[in-house]
């Protein structure tokens, strides 16, 4: 493997990981729908270290506007309770003593484009890291001893790499967009 396959490489490799970190960004972003992920980032002290929830509870769906989360043991119960409460997340637990219900509000039509522009500008997040990673990738070619033809060919092979994954961005964008608008 050559110095230009290198370049082309690592350009794709980042381009990629921008579009990987879209896709965990827009799974935490709410459409109406219960699901499991909405409490990913929440952790709990647990025997002294911040231990995720999902390490010390099951975590499902019954249906598409609750979420139960059965504690393993049962004393963590409150602890978890007030874990959700702390996260700040817009959702009320219930405790029944055993298990923790989360009932998902319907979302308010204000709501919705608000989750949409915050979609839109996650999504250009990501084209603007492409857009670095174009960069360093031609910056890289400027610097490598090879013919003008061929720093001209890799150039186009970065660009059109650059407009698959800016491609690949915009239909993310208006999948999640189309996600958030159905009601």
């Not at 602890?79 to 308010?108: R, V």
């Not at 890291?129 to 610097?143: H, L």
């Amino acid at each position: 493997m050559d110095e230009t396959d290198l370049i082309v490489d690592s350009a794709k490799e980042s381009m990629s990981n921008a579009i990987e970190h879209l896709e965990k960004e827009l799974l935490n972003i709410r459409a109406g729908k219960a699901n499991p992920i909405m409490l990913s980032n929440i952790t709990i002290d647990y025997y002294g270290s911040k231990t995720p929830l999902s390490q010390v509870a099951n975590i499902n769906t019954p249906d598409s506007k609750t979420i139960a989360v059965q504690p393993w043991e049962k004393s963590l119960t409150q602890d978890i309770e007030k874990a959700i409460l702390i996260a700040n997340i817009g959702f009320t637990p219930i405790n029944n003593g055993d298990s923790i219900i989360i009932n998902i509000p319907p979302m308010t039509e204000e709501r919705r484009f608000q989750l949409v522009k915050i979609t839109k500008q996650e999504s250009e997040n990501a084209k603007v890291s492409i857009r670095n990673s174009r960069k360093e990738a031609n910056d890289d070619i400027k610097k490598i001893e090879v013919s003008d033809d061929m720093k001209k060919n890799l150039e186009d092979d970065i660009q059109n790499l650059t407009d698959a994954f800016i491609k690949k961005t915009d239909l993310l964008f208006s999948k999640k967009e189309k996600e958030i608008m159905t009601v």
